[in-house]
């Protein structure tokens, strides 16, 4: 039986309203006493870290509302990272919070726990808003282009196959993802701004194989950055697109249920309606 639902869209009831743009969600458990912490983050419209006089009923004061909804919960989390450092139930070094929260500058002064909380702030939207912006943006390329479909698929089962059941996915298995990241990469190309034709010939036809062999001239193909700006997450989020790509292909048939949704920039790429799928198990 299918399963109607946003690509882009949470089930978080208390974030409906605020348009968040992720495909799915896994719940963790929480102190009691602590407001959730791993809440689904709701979406940020662009704006979100300017200040500006409050303006009702536009993009950007509904970006600051939600940031300051990020910026409460953060706060609970930092509270209740330094009680745990403090008791030495946390390790310094486990995780980015509580470095910041333990490490001081160049004088051993501590930062401040605004200052934290912004550095968190955005570290989520860094790591957040680009990768799912991407994970939607895959699906949509993929529904409409079946022979690209097909070959992933069947790149994707080869290593399922090499794996007893329950396995995880190694690090040499996402090396193995030759086609699947070749057709990532031409999604991200599709949807850049700019697309240079005298570098990307052809700029609005699908050609995974531009990305055999040799890559892209330095600078023209820019989703990571490039050079000493190159994004430090790249690897991370490769992994992250790759597992995500493999678990689902191998577990799910969809189709769009607006095939021609277009595409707007806020700031990154995402379809105006969230892309809603019909979504059903694979046999």
């Known amino acids: 039986m299918s399963r109607q639902r946003s ?10 309203h605020l348009q968040p743009r992720v495909p799915a969600v896994h719940e963790h458990h929480r102190p009691a006493g602590h407001l959730e912490a791993c809440r689904p983050l709701p979406h ?99 529904s409409k ?14 290593i399922a196959a090499s794996k007893v059941r329950g396995e995880l996915l190694q690090w040499g298995d996402l090396q193995k993802m030759r086609y699947s990241w070749n057709a990532i990469s031409e999604v991200m190309r599709m949807t850049a701004p700019i697309n240079d034709p005298n570098y990307h010939p052809r700029t609005l036809t699908f050609n995974e194989s531009r990305f055999e062999g040799s890559r892209p001239a330095p600078y023209t193909y820019v989703p990571f950055g490039g050079g000493p700006r190159m994004r430090l997450g790249l690897e991370f989020a490769r992994a992250e697109l790759l597992v ?25 790429p995402i379809p105006v309606k969230g892309l809603p799928i019909r979504l059903r198990p694979r046999d």
Do not use: C
């Not at 690509?7 to 409906?16: I, S």
């Not at 509580?98 to 726990?113: A, F, T, Y």
């Not at 934290?116 to 699906?139: E, P």
């Not at 790509?245 to 595409?263: I, Q, T």
């Open 44 to 142: 940020v419209p662009q704006g979100s870290r300017r200040s500006s006089p409050r303006r009702p009923r536009t993009s950007f004061y509904w970006s600051k509302k939600a940031a300051d909804s990020i910026r409460k919960e953060l706060w609970v989390l930092v509270k209740w990272r330094r009680t745990e450092l403090e008791r030495k139930t946390a390790s310094p070094s486990q995780d980015i919070m509580s470095h910041l929260i333990v490490n001081g500058d160049e004088n051993g002064k501590l930062m401040p726990e605004a200052e934290i909380i912004n550095n968190m702030l955005n570290l989520l939207f860094a790591g957040h808003d680009t990768s799912t912006s991407t994970l939607v943006l895959i699906i949509k390329y993929l």
């Open 244 to 268: 995500f790509l493999h678990n689902l292909v191998n577990g799910f048939h969809w189709s769009l249920v607006n095939p021609d949704e277009k595409l707007i920039y806020d700031p990154m």
């Open 145 to 158: 282009l079946p022979h690209v479909l097909e070959k992933v698929i069947a790149e994707q089962r080869e």
């Open 7 to 16: 690509a882009g869209g949470l089930l978080h009831p208390e974030a409906a």
